[in-house]
């Protein structure tokens, strides 16, 4: 069999998380428009944004009569895990030019990040600029296309398939996990503390902030248990 | 217009904080902390974004969310494709939500 090019390896990778988008990107742009967005601002929202949670929380703030800097900064805040999670994907992009690096950092997602870092990593191959947007590529236009037929009022989705999905992209971030956490216990024991960290942390403080603050300090925890040979 | 602009403001600050590292990590030469601490943040990351998440899928029915995760975690530990431990994780849902 001829090799296959790493775009296209980079597109069968994220394949996943396009399917696991799509149903859940149709329910966001019927949502939008619920709260009066035309279907191509609700589009144009998953062009620019492109980050799940933050657009339905974004979209149901403004059904609710909230202010613009109050809902951008709900959004910030957010967002604001996607700065650790590029902190681990741009280690994989040191040796690419700058333009795909600031390009490709765009489309850095919990998926796409957890796929870039846990995912295939053939020698040579996914470390590539072709492979990496292939990957994000094809997830971007999972989310992009179903906000698209979300909005035109193609609602064929029942709430039981969106819910179903959602569980589905849960079981990409576990099935991402597992394997590298039986074959260390470090690692098994990073992810397990921000479980909990994440858990306790939730009952002070909102959600964006206690994924933040758990996987900054749970990730510390490998500066004593990883070997030097990391 | 409104609409636009709150839509701009969302994007300039989701776009920010998955910039930043793409323009000033390669100016650092990171002592051997940094990096364990980074080499971390995957296992560390998905471990705070599966929980409790996945118990609020269904803020009604944990246990839905909880069924998905369990299949999915038994199917990763028979080193399946990570393609069929998303299948296994969503028929499992599915097939509760049919049977209840």
Known sequence: ?230 | MRIILIILGMALVTYLPRLLPALFMDRFQFPAWFKKWLKSIPYAALGALIFPGVLLVDRDQPLLGLAGGLVAAALSFLNLHITLVMAGSILTVILIQYLI
């Open chain 1, 1 to 230: 069999m001829k090799a296959e090019k790493p775009f296209f390896r980079g597109v069968r990778s994220g394949l996943p998380i396009a399917l696991g988008y799509f149903p859940i990107a149709i329910a966001f742009g019927a949502l939008a428009g619920q709260a009066h967005l035309s279907w191509w601002e609700g589009t144009l929202m998953s062009l620019l944004v492109f980050a799940g949670a933050s657009q339905f929380v974004g979209v149901s703030m403004l059904l609710s009569g909230a202010g613009a800097v109050q809902i951008i900064a709900t959004t910030f805040f957010l967002n604001l895990r996607h700065l650790i999670m590029s902190l681990a994907v741009n280690d994989q992009m040191r040796r690419f030019p700058a333009a795909w690096k600031n390009f490709l950092s765009f489309f850095i997602t919990d998926e796409t990040f957890a796929l870039l870092t846990l995912g295939d990593r053939t020698e040579g191959v996914t470390r590539t600029p072709a492979f990496m947007a292939g990957l994000m590529w094809t997830a971007y236009l999972g989310w992009v296309s179903g906000s698209a037929l979300g909005g035109i009022g193609a609602e064929f989705i029942p709430p039981q398939v969106t819910t179903a999905m959602t569980v589905g992209l849960y079981g990409l971030f576990i099935g991402l996990l597992v394997p590298p956490a039986r074959k260390s216990s470090g690692f098994a024991l990073i992810a397990g503390a921000s479980m909990l960290f994440n858990w306790a942390l939730g009952f002070v403080l909102d959600p964006g902030w206690a994924i933040v603050l758990s996987t900054v300090l749970a990730a510390a925890l490998g500066i004593p248990l990883l070997g030097e040979e990391m």
